[in-house]
């Protein structure tokens, strides 16, 4: 059984389409993720989601847009694509507050062209 | 704010051999640590982690990493490494008692074991 599930592993795209990426996690936990690794494996935090409402944004730009259905989901939306966000995009997930560990997806690798 | 640093970007190492892959961090308040692996097109996985007490802690596979908070150190250790072990490690601090649990990586280490 996977806990944290993201769909599609792979994709490819041309600049200027919106694409979104998928993630549940089945461990009940309260929080879920996106943390984006670039070309050079540096791995840093895009968004937060406490039971459906937004915890951090990080500054990214408004052409990402998250949406958090249920606690077990947190969906990824890109508009308009640049080549720049060629990335692999991790979803992650971890119990309440208070505790410390999170569980990674397997990765979206995204190849904007 | 937080920040890490590995200052090695790849460890080359022989099977068998010992290696040490290190992590620094920065921070004006207390934090949670951690090592995380991941294996070639794969996504992370919790290797190891410190919150509290004992200063060395263990991974089931050998990895063991030691707290210095007088060096702000967190390294990574293993006395006899394995084809297997080839992977990119990252370390990543977590603020304690934050409002989230936001880790902060540092920019990773490709560990590369040889036969």
């Known amino acids: 059984d996977t806990a944290v599930s993201q769909t599609p592993k792979y994709l490819v795209t041309q600049m200027g389409n919106d694409k979104s990426i998928k993630c549940e996690q089945n461990?009940?936990?309260?929080?879920m993720y996106w943390y984006k690794q670039d070309s050079k494996k540096f791995l840093k935090i895009m968004f937060s989601y406490n039971n459906k409402e937004l915890i951090i944004n990080e500054t990214v730009p408004n052409r990402f847009s998250p949406k958090s259905p249920d606690k077990a989901h947190l969906n990824l939306h890109i508009n308009s694509l640049e080549l720049g966000d060629s990335a692999v995009y991790f979803c992650a997930s971890s119990p309440p507050m208070g505790t410390t560990e999170a569980f990674f997806g397997q990765g979206t690798r995204l190849t904007v062209v | 704010a937080q920040s890490v640093t590995q200052l090695d970007s790849q460890v080359p190492v022989f099977e068998e051999a010992p290696v040490e892959l290190r992590c620094n961090y920065s921070?004006?308040?207390?934090?949670?640590l951690f090592w995380y692996v991941q294996y070639p097109n794969q996504g992370l996985q919790l290797l190891l982690k410190y919150l509290s007490g004992s200063t060395l802690v263990e991974s089931i596979n050998g990895f063991e990493a030691e707290f210095n908070k007088s060096q702000t150190s967190f390294h990574l250790r293993k006395p006899s490494v394995h084809i297997s072990d080839t992977a990119e490690y990252f370390c990543?601090?977590?603020?304690?008692?934050?409002?989230?649990?936001?880790?902060?990586f540092g920019t990773g280490t490709l560990l590369a074991v040889q036969p």
């Open positions: 990543a601090v977590m603020k304690y008692g934050g409002a989230t649990n936001k880790l902060i």
């Open positions: 921070s004006s308040v207390s934090v949670y």
């Open positions: 461990l009940g936990h309260d929080t």
